[in-house]
């Protein structure tokens, strides 16, 4: 694949179920860039590698299509460098989907490159996720999906989303191939297990799993 070329990304993209048009992936792209170029002051990532970073975060994030979900409000829980939340914004521009991380320095960071990359539709937050629902309550049960990756044990993301999940929402999360996918995890049962691959020069098995809250 070709790291520079939205096409190529697109291409890519459906692989893993996802419609990505170009301009889409150019944004997704110049989001990517302007990350990487922060990079160099704040560590958002410990991938430095353009090529590497466009498969472990653009294409990671772009998975989210194997869900065959279409939130219309999604949540990132402890976003970091914004992936997989600003893929998830990409693969629906119709959502509205918030950026949630505890470090202030890294949202305004995230801020910046949203802004740089003309990015609609998604909002940055510095927030605590555990306290969020007590300070902001609007934001109890505000979402259909929240997602996160490489952020805590399943257990406790579970734990965090639902004051934040209406009922009926997921949670999804991005984890190792060999990590445990429990089939409930309180109020939450597992309804679907989705494993991949990606491509090179970052070639790995990844897996989705996607958990729905009662009622």
Not at 74 to 83: H, I, K, V
């Amino acid at each position: 694949m070709t790291a520079t070329d939205p096409q190529a990304l697109s291409a890519a993209a459906k692989a893993l179920n996802a419609e990505l048009d170009e301009p889409r992936a150019e944004r997704l792209l110049a989001y990517l860039d302007a990350m990487l170029l922060l990079n160099e002051q704040i560590n958002l990532t410990a991938v430095r590698e353009r090529e590497q970073a466009v498969v472990l975060h653009a294409l990671d994030g772009l998975a989210f299509a194997l869900t065959g979900l279409h939130p219309r409000h999604a949540l990132d829980l402890g976003t970091g460098n914004g992936f997989p939340g600003v893929a998830v914004a990409a693969l629906h521009p119709g959502a509205s989907v918030v950026l949630m991380d505890r470090t202030g320095k890294k949202v305004r960071a995230v801020g910046s490159c949203l802004v740089s990359s003309r990015f609609d539709g998604v909002e940055t937050l510095h927030l605590d996720a555990q306290q969020a629902p007590g300070l902001r309550r609007e934001l109890r049960h505000a979402f259909d999906v929240v997602t996160a990756r490489a952020v805590a044990k399943p257990e406790l993301l579970a734990e965090l989303a639902d004051p934040l999940l209406r009922p009926g929402g997921h949670l999804v999360l991005w984890l190792d191939a060999d990590a445990a996918t429990p089939g409930r995890l309180g109020v939450f049962q597992r309804t679907a297990l989705h494993r991949y691959r990606l491509p090179a020069p970052a070639e790995r098995e990844r897996v989705i799993a996607c958990w729905r809250k009662k009622g």
